[in-house]
């Protein structure tokens, strides 16, 4: 199965972006968790961080790095999952995935899913410059 990342792409500082992730409908139909995460520059694909996720209940999560600059939201319709960010900062810059699994909640999915088991995408690029 796979994801579709899009939105990506290189910002100022204090810029916005807002990313969108292609689902499959049979998994938006499924239980399961959805989420972003990211990878730094440098960083191993294990240390994925997790950024926001959102449950099938409908029940949001954030890292501390995104709360009340990112927000997570899902259009069931249209099977898309999107990441709205704002205020922008060069420690954002990274590697963006999303990801789906059969994890129960949103708070779990922020440090459960595994880039080894679900579903992933292949990534969209965010830079932000200073």
């Known amino acids: 199965v796979q994801l579709m990342e899009s939105g990506g792409g290189s910002v100022e500082a204090g810029g916005s972006l807002r990313l969108s992730c292609a689902v499959p409908g049979y998994i938006m139909k499924m239980r399961h968790s959805m989420a972003w995460f990211r990878q730094a520059p440098g960083k191993a694909r294990e240390e994925r961080e997790g950024?926001?996720?959102?449950?099938?209940?409908?029940?949001?999560a954030y890292a501390d790095s995104g709360k009340g600059r990112f927000t997570i939201s899902q259009d069931n319709g249209k099977k898309i999952l999107y990441l709205e960010m704002n205020n922008l900062e060069p420690e954002d810059t990274a590697m963006y995935f999303c990801?789906?699994?059969?994890?129960?909640?949103?708070?779990?999915?922020?440090?459960?899913?595994?880039?080894?088991?679900?579903?992933w995408g292949q990534g969209t690029q965010v830079t932000v410059s200073s």
């Open positions: 950024v926001a996720a959102v449950d099938s209940e409908g029940n949001t």
């Open positions: 990801a789906v699994d059969f994890v129960e909640s949103a708070t779990q999915a922020l440090t459960a899913m595994d880039p080894d088991f679900g579903y």
